[in-house]
């Protein structure tokens, strides 16, 4: 999650009522209202926000956009990031990314044909560090929570300085998560290409 914008929506008490998201053409009744955010952190703690703007620019210097983006979504996913999954998904589509590629994601030690052994090493590396207290991997590989394997394949299929900007871009996606996540951000109204902006205000 980076930046994105606010689409027009209509307030109603501590809901918001808008469009489909999937545009299907089912009517609103069909659909449970959207909930506001509970924050608008951006707002209150800009300088915090454009700082996270301007490292999530610094972390992604030198990796593949698809590659970053299967990185973000496959986190986000792990973290339960709606608003970062909503993104995510959108920018890997605009990137060019597969739609089949990024629905096997949430699946992929069974849906490994679909991916390079570079891509794979990456989504294994993601989780790692992702889930750091999940497991018993420091004692199966004296590693840590990142597994001297799974370290061990990222190292191989990246040059250092590649890897070490893979590190930062997994773990500045982690930061974003927690800020959607915790102040519940509204999935729903990212468009790829729009004017950078911050996430939408809460509904008051």
Request: proline share 6%.
């Amino acid at each position: 999650m980076t930046t994105t914008t606010n689409d027009s929506t209509t307030a109603t008490g501590t809901t918001t009522t808008t469009a489909s998201p999937n545009d299907s053409g089912a009517t609103a009744g069909e659909y449970a209202p959207e909930q506001a955010p509970r924050l608008d952190w951006s707002a209150l703690a800009p300088d915090v926000f454009k700082a996270m703007v301007r490292l999530d620019a610094a972390a992604r210097k030198g990796i593949d956009p698809k590659l970053l983006e299967l990185v973000k979504i496959r986190a986000s996913q792990l973290n339960h990031c709606a608003f970062c999954l909503d993104m995510h998904s959108k920018d890997a589509l605009a990137a060019g990314e597969s739609v089949e590629r990024i629905v096997q994601l949430a699946a992929w030690e069974e849906s490994r044909h679909f991916y390079t052994d570079r891509e794979l090493a990456a989504i294994e590396l993601t989780e790692a560090v992702t889930v750091l207290t999940g497991g018993t991997s420091q004692t199966k590989s004296g590693g840590g929570f990142v597994p001297d394997e799974v370290y061990g394949r990222a190292a191989g299929h990246f040059e250092e300085a590649e890897l070490a900007h893979l590190i930062a871009s997994i773990t500045v996606i982690n930061a974003w998560n927690r800020f959607g996540v915790t102040c519940r951000l509204t999935p729903g109204h990212y468009r790829p290409g729009r004017t950078p902006d911050r996430p939408p205000a809460p509904v008051t």
